[in-house]
């Protein structure tokens, strides 16, 4: 059988955890789904979490955009984004909160993936992550890894967007990566220009 293609997301994660985690459903108890509904949500939160794990670049800490259907690691795709990077971010809170990784595994999990972020190039003017990074090199992509086709870097906002978001949520549910960044604020500064080479830039805004 065919396996199916997943594309990383945090978006199932997230849209179950007001039902299942216990301190959204106290707070908010009319809303809580039936018996049998709660575990079905529960099985969509841990298979996407599955996909997490499988999709997670050890060396890095970075998820890559997709990996195949049987989540064999090998099967990564060879490309990252901001985006796919925020997501992986909240869907670790979510699994903590749920339960499927505990705290300490929650804590290095983001800990480590926030270090690296601090270490991806940027454009220097704007300061913006770049949309497209190799997971294994963090290098910006320049040619596709599918196809050989070239790669022009370019910012989006929107996926610039997506990470700042991640890491705001990562400094409230966690304030210990917070404290990290405030002692250790050279971790977020920029490389040099002259370690840069150059790129034709366009800024997107998708619809």
Do not use: C, K
């Not at 955890?17 to 509904?37: E, F, G, K, M, N």
């Amino acid at each position: 059988m065919r396996s199916t293609r997943l594309a990383l997301t945090g978006i199932t994660a997230a849209a179950v955890v007001a039902a299942l985690v216990p301190a959204a459903a106290s707070a908010a108890t009319s809303a809580t789904p039936p018996t049998d509904d709660r575990g079905v949500l529960l099985q969509y939160a841990q298979d996407t979490w599955a996909s997490f794990e499988a999709m997670v670049e050890p060396a890095t800490a970075l998820p890559a955009d997709n990996v195949d259907g049987d989540l064999d690691p090998a099967t990564r795709s060879r490309y990252t984004s901001p985006t796919n990077i925020g997501g992986y971010l909240w869907s670790t809170i979510v699994a903590r909160d749920l339960g499927l990784i505990d705290r300490s595994e929650a804590y290095q999990r983001m800990d480590s993936t926030v270090a690296t972020v601090a270490r991806l190039d940027r454009h220097d003017d704007s300061g913006m992550f770049y949309n497209w990074y190799d997971p294994q090199t963090l290098d910006v992509l320049r040619v596709w890894p599918e196809d050989g086709n070239t790669v022009y870097p370019f910012l989006s906002s929107v996926d610039n967007g997506w990470l700042a978001a991640a890491l705001r949520i990562v400094a409230a549910a966690e304030p210990r990566l917070r404290r990290v960044e405030r002692r250790r604020p050279s971790r977020w500064a920029r490389r040099p220009a002259s370690s840069r080479s150059g790129a034709r830039l366009s800024h997107r805004h998708r619809p």
